[in-house]
Structures are given as structure tokens and as C-alpha cells.
């Protein structure tokens, strides 16, 4: 839990920002807005909840399993950095 609260301020601002697009999909709904206007709302808030989730996980990782910044050049750092990698580049 420590690397979320070392970086709160910045999470709570993307949680915010995340909230504001949900609303901008809800009032867009409301106003029978062109359906492809609310797809591009959609998906910037897919794209804000996946760079949430890489966050979390990079933290997570770093802090519950290996931190791959320990000692760099051991081959689980190397394994947990590629998996950092791949994980981020899923998500984007």
C-alpha cells in the first residue's frame, strides 16, 4: 500500500479526471448526442483506466514482488522489468 500512498495526490487526480468522463458519457446519453462522439468519450476513459491500472500495477509489482531497480542486473530484475514492459504496453 505504501506506492499508493506515496503517490495519492497524482492517483486522485486521475480517479477524478476518470469521474469527470463518465459524466461527460452520462450528460452525453442524456442529450442524445451522435453516438460516434460518445464512442471517442468512451474511449479516451478506456484509455485513462488503463493507464490507472498500469500505474497500479507497476507499483504493485515494484513493491510486492521484485523491484527490478535493486539490483538491475539479476535475471528476475531483468524478467520483472520485461513484465513492467509488457504489462504497460498492453494496457495502452
Given amino acids: 500500500m ?9 492517483m486522485l487526480n486521475r480517479v ?3 469521474r469527470g468522463q463518465v ?11 451522435d453516438c460516434s462522439d460518445i464512442l471517442h468519450t468512451i474511449s479516451a476513459l478506456r484509455g485513462a483506466i488503463n493507464a490507472l491500472m498500469a500505474e497500479v500495477l507497476d507499483g ?3 513493491f ?4 527490478p531497480d ?3 542486473r539479476s535475471e528476475k530484475a531483468k524478467a520483472t522489468q520485461q513484465l513492467i514492459d509488457v504489462l504497460r504496453s498492453y494496457l495502452r
Fill in 23 to 33: 459524466e461527460s458519457i452520462e450528460t452525453a446519453i442524456d442529450r442524445e448526442a
Fill in 70 to 72: 535493486q539490483d538491475p
Fill in 60 to 62: 504493485h509489482i515494484r
Fill in 64 to 67: 510486492h514482488v521484485v523491484d
Fill in 2 to 10: 505504501a506506492h499508493i500512498i506515496r503517490d495519492k495526490k497524482k
Fill in 16 to 18: 477524478r479526471r476518470i
